[in-house]
């Protein structure tokens, strides 16, 4: 008949060997201290000073309406792309707007409007009554 051993003398027998080398809880690196303090735990990314959400609900509404308007064809390829550079400039303006790491209500006012502003320039090339045909290809995205 063969002997196995139970599983709390293999564990014992595991614990012994990886102290021998240096490894357990006993020795090696993992029982060292520090040799220089822990780095500081990062910033948060973004403070109550420099969120903008209702921003963030406006921008992620636009790319929603600029993808339907896009899959119904009623926004050409063109007139797509100029959005979408008008989307990145607004993204640009908030990056700026919140490097220092406050918004000010002035900011936010020019943020509002250059939002405002990507939103007529959504809904004039949406309502236009330019429409282009579906493709093949969209139907697979």
Not at 103 to 126: K, Q
């Amino acid at each position: 008949m063969r002997r196995t051993a139970s599983i709390p003398t293999l564990a014992l027998a595991t614990l012994g060997l990886l102290g021998a080398a240096g490894l357990g809880p006993t020795g090696g690196a993992l029982a060292q201290p520090y040799r220089h303090a822990p780095p500081p735990p990062p910033p948060p990314s973004q403070t109550p000073y420099n969120q903008v959400p209702s921003l963030d609900r406006q921008q992620e509404q636009q790319r929603e309406w600029l993808r339907q308007g896009v899959a119904r064809g009623r926004i050409t390829p063109r007139e797509a792309d100029r959005i979408r550079e008008a989307m990145r400039e607004l993204w640009r303006h908030e990056r700026a707007a919140k490097a220092d790491g406050v918004v000010t209500p002035a900011e936010r006012r020019a943020l509002r409007e250059h939002a405002e502003r990507v939103d007529a320039l959504i809904s004039r090339n949406y309502y236009d009554g330019q429409v282009r045909p579906p493709v093949w290809r969209d139907y697979w995205r």
